[in-house]
């Protein structure tokens, strides 16, 4: 059975950093494209980051690019997302999401088949 457990989330100050992890087990065959989605509260749940399995092409939204950077550990069959620069905006709900017949990372968006539980992120001080 597929599945997606993420973690390291947690309070920062602005202008610090989090590093989120995400372990994938289950797929077979393997996903096509994993990203980080998240949601704050009363607004709808937003594309972060994605990358393909195919060729590593990667996808960031506009309001993290320089920030956010998404990376895989195909040995450890896990998918990060270092968070640098962090701001009060950037607050939320932060999850992992894989898809099977998504093939490019531009779809970066809340229409993936298989989900994490999600982990909290806030940035205050």
């Known amino acids: 059975q597929a599945q997606l457990v993420e973690s390291g989330g947690g309070l920062v100050q602005p202008g610090g950093s989090l590093r989120l992890a995400c372990a994938a087990s289950g797929f077979t065959p393997d996903y096509s494209v994993i990203g980080w989605f998240r949601q704050a509260p009363g607004k709808e749940r937003e594309g972060v980051a994605c990358v393909s399995s195919s060729d590593g092409d990667t996808y960031y939204a506009d309001s993290v690019k320089g920030r956010f950077t998404i990376s895989r550990d195909n040995a450890k069959n896990t998918v990060y997302l270092q968070m640098n620069s962090l701001k009060p905006e950037d607050t939320g709900v932060y999850y992992c999401?894989?898809?099977?017949?998504?093939?490019?990372?531009?779809?970066?968006?809340?229409?993936?088949?298989?989900w994490g539980q999600g982990a909290q992120v806030t940035v205050s001080s």
């Open positions: 999401a894989a898809d099977k017949t998504i093939t490019s990372a531009i779809v970066c968006v809340p229409v993936f088949s298989y």
